[in-house]
């Protein structure tokens, strides 16, 4: 496992995060309930993703 794949998973988890919400909140004010659930699946996806490369950092200090 490469040293910084648990830094690219937080990045990259934090990026479908704001673009989740992004798309949340454009879905929000447009009233288009397909793009709010579009961005709901982005957040949760960015969540898991973080969560993983969280796991991973911790995982190599052991």
């Known amino acids: 496992m490469s040293k ?17 919400e992004v798309k949340d909140q454009v879905g929000n004010a447009t009233d288009n309930p397909n793009m709010q659930r579009e961005g709901k699946k982005d957040k949760v996806k960015g969540n898991i993703q973080e969560g993983a490369g969280k796991a991973k950092d911790d995982s190599r200090r052991y």
């Open 4 to 20: 910084d794949q648990g830094l690219s998973d937080k990045v990259k988890g934090k990026v479908n995060q704001a673009k989740g």
